[in-house]
DNA sequence: TATGATATGATACAACATAACATTTTTGGG
DNA sequence: CCCAAAAATGTTATGTTGTATCATATCATA
């Protein structure tokens, strides 16, 4: 079985084990997001479901399933982009650690990774110190992928 | 000399010493980043010049403003956020660090602080792994400040 | 098959941002 | 001092992202 179908197969069953339900335009919406190399906005997720399954979904709609798939952590909201990834553990089964994105400027591909315990320490040492503490800290870095880098 | 005197002087000789202009209207939008507590959206400085200057600049030029500003360094935008703050170090002379912002969920209060160079590092080392350079990083982290936490 | 819950559609609009072209202001050389 | 070039700002239109609200359809089950 490939990455999508694991993929695929594993959201059916977060879903199933949450007892909500992966219908198929969820599915469609989730399955833009794990072909595309880049992350997408939601109209460009309009875009995908018009050309890939000539299916036209409301830009209202595709925010709900959004909202829905990040809720069922398939998903992420790249924040600095305003646009969405699947999210790269959707087959691990351990806890999801805090994630860290890396966006490349010129080509718009991510990469997620995990945060080391250590290093989500040394951030949450730095808050407390200007009175704050971080809730659900996910990190989002502007980079140059090894590949457009090359290129120049 | 107060503090958003001192900001405010040291933005013009800033400005000084790259041969560009502080004009009035430049002056105007700093001056609404460094008298709020939040981080402000463009619009918003468009409703501030209004009412604090009786003034109607157009929000075309409020974000070539904001441009020029953070050309000079004296302003950030928060990109999770879509709004800009002041930078809080304009008056100090030592080079700019990477900046990390801290941004309250709750209130939009926002800290401005630098990261250690151990802790760059170690994000780049991060990044390396997988295939990305950082290049002018800026981590935004969404967190709670004590304030808003004691409210609870 | 009726009912309530969940999911989706339709319409309108708010908030953030830029493109393209026009006008005004500033500045420095003749 | 005047003119030309450069810099700053104005005007208008439009693009992009996202939400509010109310209507309709679909599903799960009693």
Redesign the pocket.
């Known amino acids: 079985m490939n990455q999508y179908d694991k993929a695929m197969s594993a959201a059916e069953q977060q879903c199933a084990q949450s007892g909500?339900?992966l219908?198929?335009?969820?599915k469609h919406i989730l399955s833009g997001l794990l072909k595309s190399e880049k992350a997408l906005?939601?109209?460009?997720l309009v875009d995908f479901c018009k050309n890939e399954y000539n299916?036209?979904?409301?830009?209202?709609?595709v925010?709900?399933?959004l909202?829905?798939l990040q809720s069922e952590r398939l998903v992420h909201?790249l924040?600095t982009a305003?646009?969405y990834v699947a999210c790269s553990h959707i087959t691990c089964k351990h806890e999801h650690e805090v994630p860290q994105f890396l966006i490349c400027s010129e080509c718009q591909h991510v990469e997620e990774i995990g945060i080391s315990k250590s290093l989500i320490e040394t951030l949450q040492k730095n808050a407390k110190k200007v009175g704050f503490e971080l809730v659900s800290p996910q990190l989002e870095i502007n980079a140059i992928c090894h590949t457009c880098l090359d290129k120049t």
């Open positions: 909500s339900r219908t198929e335009k969820r906005s939601a109209y460009e299916e036209s979904i409301p830009a209202m709609s925010y709900r399933i909202d829905f909201k924040s305003n646009k």
